[in-house]
């Protein structure tokens, strides 16, 4: 049994939540967010006297629906909460010479090369780049982190002096270089 799933998921206020036909909407003030979801897990929206809430129940209890059940709830939580409070992921550029600019609706990276690596920017995100900082910041937290872990994936911190692009918060673990004898 999913513990996540059972649990109960409040909504807040200023917040509407509807499901048609297994398509779950999530509308809120910074946005609306649209998902489906399979029929093997029930979800119902119920309002009591004081909050609206959701509950996920599955249909039959089988390996694939535990395995849903917690993801699903696990995906309204998230919904729910990008649509009162945006998702915001941090990467910060170390190297000489490795340079980071937003030029319209494209991200644009000195990362090394002998070329410019040009990343075009979804219109659901917002991206600012400030010195060595890459700011990236939306309502859906999966496409905050996709988006997020495309553009790390372009230049991964090495081990020995740790240049790269890397999460804010991340620790590198050094390796210690040759040794002249």
Do not use: C
Request: glycine share 10%; no cysteine; charged share 25%.
């Amino acid at each position: 049994m999913s513990r996540i799933g059972k649990k109960v998921i409040a909504i807040p206020e200023k917040t509407e939540v509807s499901i048609t036909y297994g398509i779950f909407t999530v509308k809120g003030p910074l946005g609306t967010l649209t998902k489906k979801f399979k029929p093997e897990i029930e979800i119902t929206i119920g309002a009591n006297e004081k909050s609206s809430e959701v509950r996920l129940v599955p249909k039959r209890i089988t390996l694939e629906n535990k395995a849903l059940w917690g993801t699903y709830a696990s995906h309204i939580m998230n919904m729910i909460s990008g649509v009162t409070t945006p998702y915001i992921k941090k990467l910060i550029i170390e190297g000489i010479g490795y340079k980071s600019e937003v030029k319209g609706d494209k991200l644009v990276l000195a990362l090394g090369f002998s070329h410019p690596v040009i990343v075009p920017i979804p219109a659901t995100l917002k991206v600012t780049a400030e010195k060595n900082i890459i700011t990236v910041t939306g309502i859906d937290k999966e496409e905050v982190g996709g988006f997020v872990a495309n553009i790390r994936s372009l230049k991964v911190p090495e081990p020995y002096k740790g240049k790269g692009i890397r999460y804010e918060g991340e620790v590198i673990k050094r390796k210690q270089g040759k040794k002249t004898a």
